[in-house]
C-alpha cells in the first residue's frame, strides 16, 4: 500500500511513463484487444482515485481513450488455408482429433472459443445433429441451439469414444484429463499455423464462419442468432465485409471484364470518332 502513497504516485513521471510505452506496444493491435487492457487499467485508476491513492485517474490525464471498432478489423480466413490446415492436423493421435473437431465445429457453427470448451456430452446430440450452447456460458446469457454438419458431428463423436470416462462429461480435453482452455486452444492454433505459414487464431475461424455464411447465400438474421449476437449491430459489420468480398471477387472473376478489357482503349470523354 506504501507504492501507492498519493504524492509518490502522483510526482513520480514513470507511471505515466510506463503507461504510454504499455499502451504504443499494442497500437498495431486490434481495438478489442487494445480496449480489454484499458478497461482494465481504467477500472483499477478509478478505484485507487475514489479511495485517495490517486488524485486523477492517469489515462484521463494523458489523454488515452478506448479505440473504435469500425468492424474493419475482422480477419476470416481463405479456403486455400483452411484446407492447408485441416491436412497439417494429425488426426490419428487425441490431440489431433480433438483439434480437427473444434476447427469443425467453429467452421460449422460459429461459436465462441468459450461457449466450444464448455460443451459437455449432454449438450450434443449427434443424432439429431444440434449442439446446445447453455446460456451460462453464452457471452449474452441466452442460450441456443446450433445445427452441426453429419461430418463434424462425426468428428465429436469420435473425440467422445477416445475420452476415458474418468476425466469426466467435458467434450474437449488436455491429455492430462483437464478440460481444454481457450489459452491451450490458442496456442494449438499458433503451432499449426507456423505449420502453414498463415496465422489462424480461434477468432478467425469464428469470423470464417460468418463471412463464408453469408458469402454462400445465408440469411443475416439466422446469422445473428447462430453468432450469439444481443443486436444487428455486429452481424451487420460481416454482411458489409462479405459484400466487399463479393465485389472484389467479381473484379477478378467477372467473365465480361476477361472477355472485353484487351478490346477496350482508354479514350477521351466523347472522342468517339463517327463513321
Known amino acids: 500500500m506504501a507504492y501507492f502513497c498519493v504524492n509518490l504516485v502522483i510526482t513520480n513521471p514513470k507511471l505515466y511513463d510506463a503507461l504510454i ?3 504504443k506496444s499494442k497500437a498495431d493491435k486490434q481495438p478489442a484487444t487494445y480496449n480489454r487492457p484499458y478497461s482494465n ?3 483499477f485508476f478509478e478505484f485507487c482515485v475514489a479511495q485517495s ?3 486523477s485517474n492517469p489515462l484521463k490525464d494523458l489523454g488515452l481513450k478506448k479505440r473504435k471498432d469500425d468492424g474493419e478489423t475482422v480477419r476470416h480466413v481463405d479456403e486455400s488455408t483452411l484446407e492447408k490446415l ?3 492436423i494429425d488426426k490419428k493421435t487425441y490431440t489431433g482429433l480433438r483439434d480437427y473437431a ?3 465445429l467453429t467452421l460449422d457453427t460459429g461459436i465462441r472459443p468459450k461457449e466450444a470448451l464448455s460443451l459437455t456430452v ?6 439429431k445433429l444440434i449442439v446446445h450452447v447453455r446460456k451460462e456460458y453464452s457471452k449474452v446469457k441466452k442460450a441456443r441451439i446450433l445445427p452441426i454438419s453429419p461430418v463434424t458431428a462425426a468428428a ?7 475420452t476415458p470416462e474418468e476425466w469426466g462429461n ?9 478440460p481444454m482452455t481457450t489459452h491451450m486452444w490458442t496456442k494449438r492454433l499458433y503451432m499449426y499455423s507456423k505449420k502453414i505459414g498463415v496465422k489462424v487464431t480461434p477468432y478467425s475461424l469464428r469470423h470464417t464462419f460468418a463471412i463464408m455464411f453469408l458469402r454462400n447465400g445465408g440469411n443475416q438474421f439466422a446469422l445473428k442468432y447462430e453468432m450469439g449476437h444481443s443486436t444487428m449491430a455486429m452481424t451487420s459489420r460481416y454482411v458489409k465485409l462479405a459484400q466487399m468480398d463479393i465485389e472484389n471477387q467479381h473484379k477478378i472473376a467477372s467473365p465480361v471484364i476477361k472477355l472485353v478489357r484487351r478490346s477496350i482503349r482508354p479514350g477521351k470523354r466523347g472522342s468517339t470518332k463517327k463513321s
Open 86 to 88: 485441416l491436412k497439417a
Open 21 to 23: 510505452e504499455y499502451f
Open 156 to 162: 465429436i463423436g469420435e473425440v467422445i469414444n477416445m
Open 53 to 55: 491513492y490517486l488524485r
Open 122 to 127: 449432454d449438450d450434443v446430440d449427434l443424432d
Open 102 to 104: 473444434l476447427i469443425l
Open 41 to 43: 487499467l481504467h477500472a
Open 170 to 178: 467435458m467434450i474437449f480435453y488436455f491429455t492430462t484429463g483437464l
